[in-house]
């Protein structure tokens, strides 16, 4: 089969990059993705009782797609082809596929391992898919874009998606750390390398195992050569990343630390350090759609409806950081930090939730008053369910008296609106709406 790329098969080349040579040979070697590959998962299944189907890996870079993929094909017994969704084209695809077909007939299985499947358009995607239906190859792709948008319609909905997650700091802390202990990465040498710098180069990473064991290969290449071995530096670490150190751990306090300094700043409508605490946390290699959450977050916590236009431009700086990532996004969460920091503060809403929240725990069998009932059988109809209701739309203000709140409760007042920004205009609207009840 021309098209089969053997070097999918071949051992890592003794000078190739450290994640080439390190690359994990079976699952016991892979590391993270628990949720699919524990004992007793879905996928460690199909895999342990060679029962592969098409499916699709679905995750950011250096989380493991590829390694996987190239552990199914040791341990399966197919044939695999690993295809380019960049040099690959129509008249290739089909000459694999009509070889795959006559390997069906004579019994054997075809893996067509496909990485960025999203690269491909869909022509090229429309080619894979009567092969996949009548089964003469199993196809795996991977993606770092949702495929829900980028592979086609009936080609997803017969592979089964599997959501690879970025590693864990720990996960990266126990891939570098078994890194310099194993005998193909450093030809034997001993390592000096404190575990606080292995957690640096694992935090800096951020979550991408290339990313780390790129800036370990470089550190050590670059340590100081001893009698006992290499030693690696602080200095030369911080060379390596191309920055300092910073005080930041994504796990630990100094994380909680900056973030409260990120969103108080913005409270207190500091914009200048909101955007320096936002810099602190993105620059020491913080995931920016962490940061977007609690932009988002803020948004309604702390300006609400005195400004609710905030809610949309925290959304879109989500949004953005998710289509960008680092380091483009920065300028869009600089954005959102600044429109949230100048934006007018209140914290109606949050308290109204708060307390609205404190009443449904402690007086959670209030029952619905009975206007307000719904009534889809007769027998409901006949208890009074929905009597006495009021289509709002029917009336000439599209308003009514009609109680909405249970008994226990009908005199309770949650959201209190202040006179801040837009906020002003609710309340002169509440105040309306409760003098027209008074009055009618």
């Not at 795996?140 to 874009?145: D, F, H, K, N, P």
């Not at 109204?352 to 059988?377: C, F, G, H, W």
């Not at 709002?392 to 609106?417: F, G, W």
Request: aromatic share 8%; with cysteine.
């Amino acid at each position: 089969m021309n098209a089969r790329q053997t070097t999918i098969f071949d051992t890592p080349q003794p000078y190739g990059p450290l994640a080439s040579r390190l690359r994990p040979r079976d699952l016991p070697e892979f590391v993270g993705q628990k949720h699919l590959l524990g004992e007793g998962k879905v996928l460690r299944r199909m895999i342990d009782n060679d029962m592969v189907s098409s499916m699709i890996f679905w995750g950011p870079p250096g989380v493991g797609k590829t390694t996987l993929a190239r552990i199914i094909a040791g341990r399966t017994k197919a044939e695999f082809i690993n295809f380019s969704a960049v040099t690959s084209g129509i008249k290739e695809i089909k000459e694999v596929m009509n070889q795959a077909d006559k390997m069906a007939i004579m019994g054997d299985k075809t893996i067509l391992f496909i990485d960025e499947i999203h690269r491909f358009n869909k022509a090229q995607q429309d080619a894979f898919l009567p092969f996949v239906e009548k089964g003469s190859i199993i196809l795996i792709g991977a993606t770092t874009e949702n495929p829900s948008f980028e592979v086609n319609s009936a080609l997803l909905s017969r592979c089964q998606v599997f959501v690879l997650n970025a590693l864990k700091q720990e996960d990266l802390f126990e891939l570098i750390k078994n890194a310099i202990k194993d005998p193909r990465a450093f030809e034997g040498k001993k390592i000096n390398i404190t575990d606080d710098m292995l957690n640096i180069i694992a935090n800096f990473a951020n979550g991408d195992a290339r990313v780390a064991l790129s800036i370990l290969e470089m550190v050590v290449l670059n340590g100081e050569i001893t009698k006992t071995g290499i030693k690696v530096t602080m200095e030369m670490l911080e060379q390596c990343i191309s920055k300092k150190s910073l005080l930041y751990d994504k796990t630990g306090e100094e994380h909680y630390n900056i973030i409260s300094a990120l969103h108080k700043s913005m409270r207190n409508s500091d914009v200048d350090a909101s955007i320096y605490w936002l810099a602190r946390m993105l620059e020491a290699g913080e995931t920016p759609l962490y940061v977007a959450r609690r932009v988002i977050r803020f948004a309604s916590e702390d300006i609400g409806m005195a400004d609710s236009r905030a809610m949309q431009i925290a959304v879109t700086a989500y949004q953005a950081c998710h289509f960008l990532g680092m380091p483009e996004c920065a300028v869009h969460l600089a954005h959102a930090v600044t429109y949230m920091a100048l934006a007018p503060k209140s914290n109606a809403l949050y308290i109204a939730y708060e307390e609205a929240a404190s009443d449904a725990k402690n007086m959670l069998a209030e029952p619905v008053p009975m206007q307000i009932r719904n009534a889809p059988t007769k027998l409901m109809n006949d208890l009074g369910y929905g009597k006495g209701y009021i289509y709002a739309h029917d009336t000439e203000n599209k308003l009514s008296n009609m109680q909405c709140l249970p008994d226990s409760l009908v005199d309770r007042k949650y959201y209190i609106p202040t006179e801040q920004g837009q906020e002003q205009k609710v309340k002169e609207r509440m105040s309306q709406i409760e003098k027209w009840k008074r009055k009618t």
